[in-house]
């Protein structure tokens, strides 16, 4: 069963969403508030799998109850080898409540390598969706990993998800940040729910607290490419600042429905809730996993800073041992989920806070890789709303752009889901110079910009590349997705372009590199 017949469950054909009357849906009259199209309670937000190692998986769920719920749900699940879940590996019950926003996360364990599953939930005499997920293949067999970023719901269609969710060469999904989004950007009024262009509007704006830092994952789980991606593949997340910062006055709450709403593995300390996973600390995102025969690192660029370095010294000592720790037992690959790039794009610190704002940290990390003797390390990045891949040198002197010398790491950039990259940052630039405001709803205007635009930010990729020797591809106009492959012998960067201002299932390939191991250097693929 491929993960198009997997997906088609949870997808809407045509440019806009089925319009449907909660009544007709189990809802009460009044009901507002996001759900998938065409679903009825319980289980209105699908279901999702994440952090898969060679022998566990995370699974993961949510119940929508309008009626006065009981202080406690129990919520059955099972995982088996079969779409039909006759096969049956794993089963149990775990219990949910209000204090969890009524989520659901299990850890299955005691599973074989490199194996897909399928899993589902059941609860209040309802099933869910049946999802597909997959434990960690070895290296021998190939690893297929995307590369996600920048998931504005109002900025544009998620093709790229849909796209994803249709492969069957993916074997986990890595999204580096701006999983969902606090804020709407003034020149990407695409899309709204229930047509509410309003900034006061709950779904229109930055969340305020935390069952609206909640309601914000509910709104981007009742997308049908979300969904579609969901039952397909297992995610890992790292989150960024549109996934943290909203307008509530504890910081927390966003980080608390980060952990509660995404299937992924809490590092440190759990409490379970009858075998639902809790974490005791939810303002940890940082963490490592063994990917089969892989290390696999996610960082947190966002909340752990000092005045050193932007990891913080306590997340930058963790790193450097694990990737010592790594090389030290002869792990073939390293990939670094960091969700603000280590790559010098041309753009001024100050736009990503990061790495570029850094410098020195930037080159002490690259310098304690080459120093320490550590190679083969894939960074993949996101942030900068674009497809880049390039070389990592520990210094300008010292790289030769040829034959890779002198590079550290290499990186890819798999380009932003929907939010505006530097074709729409121009228009909406040359709009409030036309006519001194923000575009807003004004679609026809601001879209009139876009073509000459587009011609702009050519011209600035091509000055980007001219600049930046160590830069081997870039393209900031498009939107979609990137892919590494990895193997015994060499990892494969490939960047994937989709079409998000209508509904497509267009895609094309838009650049195809590779980097034998040991050399620290992405070349064109022949």
């Known amino acids: 069963m491929g993960a198009a017949a997997v997906s088609a469950a949870c997808r809407q054909p045509g440019p806009r969403w089925p319009s449907l009357d909660p009544r007709a849906r189990g809802f009460p009259p009044g009901w507002d508030y996001p759900t998938a199209p065409g679903t009825s309670p319980p289980f209105c937000h699908g279901v999702a799998s994440g952090d898969p190692l060679a022998d566990r998986v995370v699974v993961w769920t949510r119940l929508t109850l309008p009626e006065q719920p009981s202080p406690r749900v129990r919520v059955h699940w099972r995982m088996a080898r079969d779409p039909g879940l006759r096969h049956v590996v794993a089963r149990g019950t775990v219990a949910t409540d209000a204090s969890r926003d009524w989520t659901v996360k299990v850890d299955v364990t005691g599973l074989d390598p490199g194996t897909t599953y399928y899993y589902g939930f059941a609860a209040r005499g309802r099933s869910s969706p049946i999802g597909r997920t997959k434990t960690a293949p070895a290296l021998a067999e190939g690893i297929g990993m995307a590369v996600v ?40 009024w695409l899309r709204a729910r229930n047509d509410r262009f309003d900034p006061e509007y709950v779904d229109f704006r930055p969340w305020r607290n935390l069952d609206e830092a909640r309601r914000r994952y509910a709104l981007h789980y009742a997308d049908p490419a979300l ?3 969901h039952l397909a593949h297992p995610l890992t997340v790292a989150w960024d600042n549109h996934d943290l910062d909203g307008d509530a006055d504890d910081p ?15 590092p440190g300390p759990v409490t379970a809730l009858d075998g639902n996973l809790v974490p005791a600390d939810v303002s940890r995102d940082h963490r490592d996993m063994r990917y089969g025969d892989v290390d696999l690192y996610v960082l947190d660029l966002r909340t752990r800073r000092d005045d050193v370095t932007i990891l913080g010294a306590e997340q930058r000592a963790w790193f450097e041992q694990g990737l010592l720790d790594s090389a030290g037992r002869g792990a073939p690959w390293r990939v670094v989920v960091n969700p603000i790039p280590l790559a010098a794009i041309g753009l001024g610190g100050s736009l990503y806070g990061g790495w570029t704002d850094r410098p020195g940290d930037q080159q002490s990390l690259l310098r304690y890789l080459a120093d320490n ?55 909406e630039s040359a709009y409030r110079g036309l006519y001194g405001t923000s575009p807003d709803g004004d679609r026809e205007r601001y879209e009139a910009l876009l073509p000459q635009a587009r011609e702009t930010a050519r ?36 960047q994937w372009h989709v079409p998000i201002l209508e509904r497509s299932r267009d895609e094309w390939l838009g650049a195809r590199f590779t980097v034998a191991r040991g050399t620290n250097h992405a070349r064109p693929a022949v």
């Open 149 to 188: 970023s920048c998931a504005s719901y109002w900025s544009g269609w998620w093709n790229a998800y849909d796209r994803i969710a249709e492969r069957d060469d993916i074997d986990v999904v890595l999204h580096c940040g701006d999983h969902v989004y606090d804020t709407v950007d003034p020149a990407e």
């Open 227 to 229: 969904l579609a991606l």
């Open 252 to 266: 927390l709450v966003a980080r608390q429905a980060f952990w509660e709403w995404t299937p992924c593995r809490p």
């Open 373 to 427: 003797g550590i190679e083969d390390c894939v960074f993949v990045a996101g942030d900068a709303h674009g497809a880049f891949v390039a070389d990592l040198p520990v210094g300008p002197g010292a790289y030769d752009p040829a034959t890779g010398a002198g590079s550290a790491a290499v990186e890819i950039l798999g380009n932003s889901v929907s939010r505006g990259g530097a074709d729409e940052t121009i228009a």
């Open 459 to 494: 011209s600035i990729e091509g000055a980007l590349l001219a600049a930046n020797p160590a830069l081997k591809y870039a393209q900031w106009r498009d939107h979609g997705y990137g892919v590494v492959r990895l193997t015994a012998d060499e990892a494969t960067l490939e």
